[in-house]
């Protein structure tokens, strides 16, 4: 089992709609970040987060240290959204991050 | 530079070859993270500098990986002899580090590296 599960692998969505991805962790952690990786590669560090919510414009992350949970949503979700959204665990104790193996996002006019 | 920056951005080369990638981080980032990301798969870990010491080098995948960094600038990856399985697009990331306070890694645009 990987230390880091994201959920859905793949989503579509048509632009507007809600988005929820969903990231669960089974090790002891410092941090969380969610990434976007665009087509093309660049990586792009959306949220860093030890606990409760951020938000930045129609992105909203949120952490459950408890549960081990952490879930990104988009609002009003466009075509522009279209990504990989990678879930990142920083062990406690150390500077490693884990991984998930991310979430591919397909947003349609 | 305004972001870290990777070179080269495509290297391609022979098995059994030595390839160097470099690595320039954000002016005054004193954290430097190197990742690999194998066609298909997810990021992986390889190493993490504080300054110019590594303490943590358990992600390099063997022996032929090695990095540096030095005068808490520049970093260096160095793979001897690579292997077809070497090809991935290696990344790197900076951040600051202050006191051990999390913060935010900006990446670079990866080195695409593939073993022929």
């Known amino acids: 089992k990987n230390e880091v599960e994201q959920s859905p692998q793949n989503l579509t969505a048509q632009e507007g709609e809600f988005i929820t991805i969903n990231c669960s962790y089974s090790v002891g952690i410092s941090a969380l970040h969610w990434l976007q990786q665009h087509p093309g590669g660049g990586i792009v560090s959306l949220f860093m987060?030890?606990?409760g919510k951020k938000k930045h414009g129609r992105l909203i992350a949120t952490i459950n240290i408890q549960e081990k949970h952490s879930s990104l949503h988009i609002t009003a979700s466009h075509p522009r959204d279209s990504a990989v959204y990678i879930c990142?665990?920083?062990?406690?104790?150390?500077?490693?991050?884990?991984f998930g193996t991310g979430t591919r996002l397909q947003v349609f006019p | 530079g305004a972001g870290v920056s990777q070179s080269p951005s495509n290297k391609v080369t022979e098995k059994g070859k030595d390839v160097e990638l470099r690595c320039d981080p954000i002016?005054?980032?004193?954290?430097l993270y190197w990742y690999r990301q194998s066609l298909g798969q997810g990021l992986e870990f390889l190493i993490y500098f504080q300054g110019n010491s590594a303490p943590d080098k358990s992600g390099l995948p063997s022996d032929r990986f090695s990095a540096e960094r030095t005068g808490g600038s520049v970093s260096t990856l160095t793979i001897q002899r690579t292997q077809q399985e070497d090809s991935a697009v290696y990344l790197c990331?900076?951040?600051?580090?202050?006191?051990?306070?999390?913060?935010?890694?900006?990446f670079g645009d990866g080195t695409r590296l593939s073993i022929l």
């Open positions: 990142a665990v920083r062990l406690a104790y150390t500077d490693k991050l884990i």
């Open positions: 987060l030890s606990s």
């Open positions: 002016s005054g980032h004193t954290a």
């Open positions: 990331a900076s951040s600051l580090a202050l006191d051990r306070v999390n913060q935010p890694q900006h």
